[in-house]
């Protein structure tokens, strides 16, 4: 299994319903973040959350981080057709530097 | 700031023949990665840079590939001779220390 996995892979729901997405992770991190990409795009970085932190907001969005399970979700509120996209969790380790580490992704469909 | 810059934005070419990816990186970033993505194996850290020093290179799939940075505002993917399995969309990201990435376009290459 590759560090930062997501769940699930895909996740279809109503304009209006709340989203959420899981990742796990297998080393211990300095930082998770959550990235959107939006098809034929490049990624677009969301949030970052610190090792340290519990929970974190940003507008619709809402990130927890559990050390403890190595795990994290993302909680987009609220949704609205333009959050179709595929979303990423990235974490990097104690020893990696700037390097991240990506997970597969959730593709989450938000339909009118 | 025009955020990062990657050309071209589409490459076709036929197996054997030279393939150069530009990257202009966001100006004051530090640090500057190369990833590749397919359906196939998600998205991949081929090699990143900090202050245009190669740090890791362990992710490039062998020889055929290599990347330069000559100045902090210029980066070069290169794949020689190219393959049909290199076929992807190739992004470039750069950023300010181990923080958030900042994604280019995308390269998207087709090997015929």
């Known amino acids: 299994s590759q560090q930062g996995e997501e769940d699930p892979q895909a996740l279809s729901i109503q304009e209006g319903e709340n989203a959420t997405m899981n990742c796990s992770y297998k080393t211990s991190i300095n930082n998770l973040q959550w990235y959107r990409q939006n098809s034929g795009r490049g990624l677009v970085h969301l949030i970052l959350i610190r090792s340290n932190e519990r929970e974190k907001h940003s507008g619709r969005l809402r990130v927890t981080l559990d050390t403890s399970k190595k795990s994290s979700s993302l909680l987009i509120t609220a949704s609205r057709a333009a959050d179709t996209a595929s979303y990423f969790c990235?974490?990097?380790?104690?020893?990696?530097?700037?390097?991240?580490?990506f997970g597969e992704g959730t593709q989450l469909t938000v339909n009118p | 700031d025009a955020g990062v810059i990657q050309s071209p934005r589409h490459e076709v070419t036929e197996m054997g023949q030279e393939v150069t990816l530009r990257c202009k990186p966001i100006?004051?970033?530090?640090?500057l990665f190369w990833y590749r993505q397919t359906m196939m194996r998600g998205l991949e850290l081929l090699i990143y840079?900090?202050?245009?020093?190669?740090?890791?290179d362990s992710g490039m799939p062998e020889d055929r590939f290599s990347a330069k940075m000559p100045n902090a505002s210029f980066s070069t993917l290169k794949i020689q001779p190219s393959e049909p399995r290199d076929s992807a969309v190739y992004f470039c990201?750069?950023?300010?220390?181990?923080?958030?990435?900042?994604f280019g376009p995308g390269t998207r290459l087709t090997v015929l």
């Open positions: 840079f900090n202050n245009n020093v190669p740090i890791d």
């Open positions: 990235a974490t990097d380790g104690l020893t990696s530097g700037s390097r991240l580490t």
């Open positions: 990201a750069s950023a300010r220390g181990p923080t958030s990435q900042f």
């Open positions: 100006s004051g970033h530090n640090s």
